[in-house]
């Protein structure tokens, strides 16, 4: 069975602080992983995957995951938040059908 | 790429009446899932299908909740009759399936119903 666990359900920086987002998984397969990002009002958008290429993986607007197994974890990091990266934020996986599991999100604030 | 599309944008509806969302996937692709994602519950897996069959619908609330998919580029969400509990923001996502392609779902802009 898949399951992902969000560490944090709030997380608050500074503009220009870096960006820690934690997620924890746990699957049966080898997993699929991604993140999404859900604006105020918006759909959600693919940050990024991991798919067993390369552990660390680069998505859009300078974020940037670690796949590391022996830890089962999947953060997400940035160096320098934005104001515009004001957002909840979903640690995902999927194990071998095409359902995707979601965590509970993570709501990031940026302060000036 | 015009992406998944979804209508109405927003549906305001009373107590009792039938509402039925609709969703348009991204043009080759073989999956479709609703969602609905409330502050309560958080988001949702309602129904998903492979090849315009459903597969698994185990997320779908109760009778009142029913789903189709007559072609691979249309789909529907029908709630009839509506509750003031049905309230949320439903979301529709397509994905093409299977390990090859990673599970990478797209999300429309969502449906914001509220019943009243």
């Known amino acids: 069975a898949q399951s992902v666990t969000q560490l944090d359900s709030h997380v608050s920086v500074s503009e220009g602080t870096p960006v820690l987002l934690r997620c924890n998984y746990s699957?049966?397969?080898?997993?699929?992983l991604f993140w999404y990002v859900q604006h105020p009002n918006k759909g959600l958008q693919l940050l990024l995957k991991?798919?067993?290429?390369?552990?660390l993986v680069k998505g859009i607007n300078g974020f940037e995951a670690e796949f590391k197994k022996s830890e089962t974890s999947f953060h997400l990091t940035k160096p320098s938040a934005h104001m515009s990266d004001a957002a909840e934020y979903f640690c995902?996986?999927?194990?071998?059908?095409?359902?995707?599991?979601f965590g509970t999100g993570t709501r990031l604030q940026v302060f000036p | 790429d015009a992406g998944v599309i979804q209508s109405p944008r927003h549906e305001v509806t009373e107590m009792g009446q039938e509402v039925t969302l609709r969703c348009k996937p991204i043009?080759?692709?073989?999956?479709l899932f609703w969602y609905r994602q409330t502050m309560m519950r958080g988001l949702e897996l309602l129904i998903y299908?492979?090849?315009?069959?459903?597969?698994?619908d185990s997320g779908m609330p109760e009778d009142r909740f029913s789903a189709k998919m007559p072609n691979a580029s249309f789909s529907t969400l029908k709630i009839q009759p509506s509750e003031p509990r049905d309230s949320a923001v439903y979301f529709c996502?397509?994905?093409?399936?299977?390990?090859?392609?990673?599970?990478?779902?797209?999300f429309g802009p969502g449906t914001r119903l509220t019943v009243t």
């Open positions: 996502a397509s994905s093409l399936s299977g390990r090859a392609f990673s599970y990478e779902q797209y």
């Open positions: 699957s049966s397969y080898s997993p699929s």
């Open positions: 991991y798919t067993s290429a390369a552990t």
């Open positions: 995902v996986v999927s194990g071998n059908t095409d359902k995707l599991i």
């Open positions: 043009s080759g692709h073989n999956s």
């Open positions: 299908f492979n090849n315009n069959v459903p597969i698994d």
